[in-house]
């Protein structure tokens, strides 16, 4: 990393947090503050006018998902680092912001000093993660602990049925089974999945490269 100052904006609905996030930051090396702000437009209309390299971004904004405000940035200005602070501490979330872009994911429950070193590795090309998220991102997800559940013929038949939008009569009409059974292999196909709802289930089964 060059001795140039990497201009830092934060991004964050809660004023305490950008006053200790400022005053943290203020005597980091290389670094210098250029805004903080409370709303994901505001801050989007900034970027507009400002050359912005890195950008601590909170998740739960009041106006913009974190995840579609990191999308929005990337596509404005793909040299901007974004690096997401957030107390959700769950892996769906970090692989999400990813995805859209980020450069690394830091929880905050962070210390001051391993924020700067975070910001500096991602400022180096790195991806970056708190250390409370490289444990998190190490251990597999129940899925993967799980496994894939067995599913009999039948089962499987039914699943692609619900996934392709049937009903129960659909289906008892299409593989010539009464309603009721049909709905015994609803109820089993949600039980196998640990599920509670229809959406869970072929979501699940996505993940699960069952569909």
Known sequence: MSDKSA??????????????????????????????????????????????DIVLLDISLPDINGIELCLEIKKFSPHTIVLALSNHSERSMVLQMLQQGASGYLLKNISGEELIACIHEALDGQITFSQAVKEIMSRPSVTELKGVPRLTK?????????????????????????????ETHRKSLLQKFEVKNVALLIRTAVEQKLL
Request: charged share 15%; hydrophobic share 50%.
């Open 7 to 52: 201009s830092l904006a934060i991004v964050d609905d809660h004023l305490i947090v950008l006053e200790g996030l400022q005053q943290l930051l203020l005597n980091a090396a290389n670094i210098s503050v250029a805004g903080s702000f409370t709303t994901g437009t505001a801050f989007l209309s900034f970027l507009k006018k400002h050359t912005i």
């Open 154 to 182: 039948r089962e499987k038949e039914i699943l692609q049925l619900i996934a392709e939008g049937q009903t129960t009569p659909d289906i008892a009409a299409t593989l010539h089974l009464s309603p009721l059974t049909v």
